[in-house]
């Protein structure tokens, strides 16, 4: 795909705006002139985040026998740290600009000569490696023995907790501990809106393996993360797997690829899939001086399995479903902005909009709203025309509105509507919920 098929740097503009004025999105800490990089969801973002995060749970851990689940803390002592190398390693190239005095990460900068704030060529300083964690004190007292990081990555959590896990179920190779929570990196330049932000949450699974299975499984689980992309409504022209290359590649890795989506600025990850081998099984056992390995009864022998790692950005996804959802199209002769959400990630399933607000109609709505709830999640709405309430979920991407009109109380049936065709149904009020959750899926 060429990249002229992505979306122009104004239509994004108009995407972050609709994401403030619908309710997706808030600036953090707005009434004090906001937090650099901080965000806040919404009412609606809340539920667009909550559902995407669903949508992987359901798809890597109920749907799976061989996936079970975690939630690990987010701060860590600094051990944990040091064993997984993130203290001496976990760094980006940082530069000053000595003109206008911004702060650059050098192997993201176009030019590594000319400072792209100001103009100047020239005028940085000598690059410096600045570590990514955010550090912090645990307790009353401030010394070396209270430091303690919050974690940069939920992996670590499930690679100490390995042994807990095998103890504890009945899980055996090759099986995977899966986790979402939020991660924490002072990243040096933050930007593309919630792309890139110093506080954001992840979705990752470590998939432990018989150490001559990982090649094959690191091939499926590249594929298997491609197609949720595409099952929950990316467009196949704006996703896309790429291998590293070798100068890219982890010193652990024998091989990573990412999942990679078409954004305004070109392509750009949103999940990682690594071959990660047995490196942090290995380190955790060496700092710790527990067995981090598998006992294999019916060969009478011991491994330290070998791990395959998708690990997604929550935040990014949710971002880039909007994206790909995101349409305008002309209808009688006025703009028609859409997001053409799959069920599966619409914040809102339906929205139940009484024609009027006369109390014999928006009572038996209310109540069909109520029931609606039940199932899944609904909006109500019975303030402005019909007209604009049906733009209003267009843009909060609702699949289905719901209309209670006088003929409602004669005919006991509402008036449905669906979304991407706009075409309407009349259906009796008794089989609504079954209408709108066979036509979910």
Not at 10 to 15: G, S, T
Not at 105 to 119: A, M
Not at 401 to 419: G, N, P, Q
Request: charged residues 25%.
């Amino acid at each position: 795909m060429s990249e002229d098929q992505a979306p122009s740097p104004e239509l994004f503009d108009k995407i972050v705006n609709l994401t403030k004025r619908r309710g997706f999105v808030y600036p953090s800490a707005e009434i004090y002139g906001g937090f650099r990089s901080t965000y806040d969801y919404g009412p609606i973002g809340v539920l667009l985040l909550r559902n995407v995060k669903d949508a992987w749970w359901r798809s890597m851990v109920q749907l799976r026998g061989d996936v079970v689940g975690l939630d690990a803390s987010i701060l860590s002592p600094p051990q944990v740290w040091e064993a997984s190398g993130h203290l001496a390693n976990f760094t980006d190239p940082l530069v000053d600009c000595t003109n206008c005095k911004q702060r650059f990460r050098l192997d993201k900068l176009d030019d590594p000569e000319q400072c792209p704030s100001c103009g100047k060529r020239g005028t940085f300083t000598e690059p410096r490696q600045f570590n990514l964690m955010f550090k912090t004190q645990a307790g009353p007292v401030e010394d070396a023995a209270s430091v303690a990081y919050l974690r940069p990555e939920t992996a670590q959590g499930m690679f100490i907790n390995f042994k807990n896990v095998i103890d504890t179920t009945r899980v055996r190779p090759p099986f995977g501990i899966a986790q979402i929570g939020k991660s924490f990196r002072n990243e040096i330049t933050p930007g593309q809106f919630v792309f890139r932000t110093r506080e954001f949450e992840q979705m990752e699974m470590e998939f432990f393996v018989p150490p001559g299975e990982a090649a094959q499984w690191y091939e499926y689980w590249c594929s298997e993360r491609y197609q949720w992309y595409l099952d929950h409504g990316m467009p196949a022209s704006r996703l896309r797997v790429r291998a590293h290359d070798a100068d890219e590649l982890s010193h652990y890795s024998s091989g990573t690829s990412d999942v990679e989506f078409l954004f305004p600025w070109g392509w750009d990850e949103l999940e990682g899939i690594a071959n990660r081998g047995d490196y942090d099984l290995t380190q955790h056992a060496t700092h710790s001086g527990e067995k981090l390995e598998w006992y294999d009864q019916a060969a009478n022998e011991r491994w330290t399995p070998h791990v395959i790692e998708p690990a997604a950005g929550a935040t990014r996804t949710a971002m880039a479903f909007l994206m790909a959802a995101y349409d305008e199209e002309e209808v009688r002769g006025e703009t028609r902005v859409v997001l053409r959400f799959h069920p599966r990630i619409a914040p809102y399933k339906a929205a139940v909009l009484p024609l009027s607000k006369k109390p014999e109609l928006t009572g038996p709505a209310g109540e069909l709203a109520a029931e609606l709830r039940g199932s899944f999640m609904v909006d109500y709405d019975e303030t402005q025309s019909i007209g604009r309430r049906y733009r209003r979920q267009d843009e909060l991407g609702t699949p289905f509105c719901i209309t209670y009109d006088f003929e409602s109380l004669e005919d006991h049936a509402v008036t449905i509507r669906e979304r991407d065709s706009m075409e309407q149904e009349r259906v009796p009020v008794a089989d609504v919920a079954s209408y709108v959750a066979e036509r979910l899926g």
